[in-house]
């Protein structure tokens, strides 16, 4: 069963505006991690944020964490036709994150 | 450095049949995990293997099964195959230091048809 659910579960942007991704989880979490997959194929990891962490950047991308509503969000800003592809948010079933559970994802697609 | 290879990349079965599918992690890893991804039930994690021992599973039935050897290359089998088993399968290799917080590295999958 899905532990995390995206939200939107598709979103359409232009180039160069922002993106933003919801992801609810329903059980405490060691860490949250973000994941990218491009058109069925492997996922690429993105970030990860600890359980104590509420926010993190790399590069283009930032990332919110909320343990006491159970949230996260993954902003990309200024999109690229590049970004597009489906994200997904994962939590671990045990500490060393090794056992993902992912939500539904959103798919994003990004025009040019 | 090379990536996390899974073997074969493409696969045609009939039901009824069974099929093994390979994975060799990043070297250095000890974790290796599995995942299957349907359109209806999105990514869903199988087991996790880390020195030889299945140290989590998921909710699959018994018809799943997997193994890890000594070199952390894993496989896994998929007995009496039904056409719900059709997928992409994907395999993911971690350090998993103590502690945790160790991020993933998938490999490319194994794209599974039943008919």
Known sequence: SQQGEE????LSIQEGENATMNCS????INNLQWYRQNSGRGLVHLILIRSNEREKHSGRLRVTLDTSKKSSSLLITASRAADTASYFCATDLNQAGTALIFGKGTTLSVSS | ???VTQTPRYLIKTRGQQVTLSCSPISGHRSVSWYQQTPGQGLQFLFEYFSETQRNKGNFPGRFSGRQFSNSRSEMNVSTLELGDSALYLCASSFSMTGGNTEAFFGQGTRLTVV
């Open chain 1, 7 to 10: 939200d939107p579960q598709a």
């Open chain 1, 25 to 28: 989880y329903k059980t405490s």
């Open chain 2, 1 to 3: 450095k090379a990536g």
